[in-house]
């Protein structure tokens, strides 16, 4: 048999190894030198200011850092628990052994999730237009001429409306895969709970549902990061609108969009990268931390079960 040292497999791997990390570190380091200047659009001589930057980032008044990242995390909140929710209750329906022509089923389940996310996004600002779209105008047949809900105009309606997209865009990947989780428990375990005196609801608490967590876990620290990383859809939608304050951000003003916007958007004057990059770097660390510790959460209560 043959035998190759370590060494050798290293050396192999060091080209790739350099390549990835130079590709990978190479934006997060000048963006962290970045954030400890005072570099604008027009300050070609900028100088090292230290922590100034995450200093008025983090402890003055008119700082949109704590608006928009609690905005972000209830967004994330919101749409994951709801994919977990609706992908499980869409997954247990079709792994009922009464409900036939599954296959079609799960072709139609795909078509959200298949789907170009830009033209869906399109398509749901136009199902949300206040004065044509099909929403509104459905509302009308039942409640009258003058019912509408300004689904774009409205802080917390628009909140609702770009929750709603996604949770539309994302709830089938969690239904497949909870779907696959469902079908490989033993369904021997759920009949000796039900010869045990068992109700329905504690079988499914009590045996079903601890065999699917080792496939929920993962699949919603993903989402999770996705769904704080969301722009496009958001932007299409709402472009973070709607604005009720000229020195506060949109209601749907997330973390991405926020930037984007301090960048190239509306909001783009004399662009501070420095200030920019302390508040990227800032919700970098966030994200990681959070990250971390959902997983290290997830760790200890699967060893703790075990």
Known sequence: MLQVKRRTIFLYLLPIIIT?????????????????????????????????????????????????L??????????????????????????HPKVKGSAIWMSLL????????????????????????????????FFGMHFGVPWLTNPVAAFIAVVIVNVWLSYPFFTVVM????????????????VDGATTWQAFWRVTFPQLRPAITPIT???AITTFQ?????????????????????????VMIYIYNQ??????????????????????IVLGALTFLAR?????RSEVRA
Not at 30 to 49: C, H, I, P, R
Not at 73 to 89: D, N, P
Request: net charge negative; hydrophobic share 55%.
């Open 110 to 141: 795909l078509v959200p999730w298949a789907a170009p996310a830009a033209i869906t996004a399109l398509i749901w600002k136009f199902l949300f237009n206040y004065d044509f779209g099909p929403i509104n105008q459905i509302g009308r047949l």
């Open 179 to 194: 779907l696959g989780a469902l079908q490989s428990v033993p369904r021997e375990i759920t009949e000796a709970a039900s």
């Open 296 to 300: 290290a959460l997830g760790t200890h």
């Open 70 to 95: 609690s905005l972000t995390v209830l967004y994330v909140i919101v749409c994951v628990a709801l994919f977990v929710l609706i992908g499980m209750v869409t997954a247990i329906a079709l792994n």
């Open 221 to 223: 620290i993903l989402s």
């Open 20 to 68: 990835i990390a130079f590709i990978n570190m190479t934006p997060i380091l000048y963006t962290l030198y970045l954030s400890f200047t005072n570099n604008t659009e027009f300050n070609q001589e900028y100088n090292f200011l230290g922590l100034q930057n995450y200093l008025q980032l983090l402890f003055t008044t008119n700082s949109d850092l704590f608006y928009v």
């Open 263 to 284: 960048v190239l958007g509306a909001s783009a004057a004399n662009i501070h990268y420095g200030a920019i990059a302390a508040f990227a770097i800032t919700i970098f």
């Open 230 to 254: 969301m722009f496009g859809t958001v932007y299409l939608i709402t472009a973070g609108g709607p604005i009720t304050s000229a020195d506060k951000p949109g209601a749907t003003t997330f």
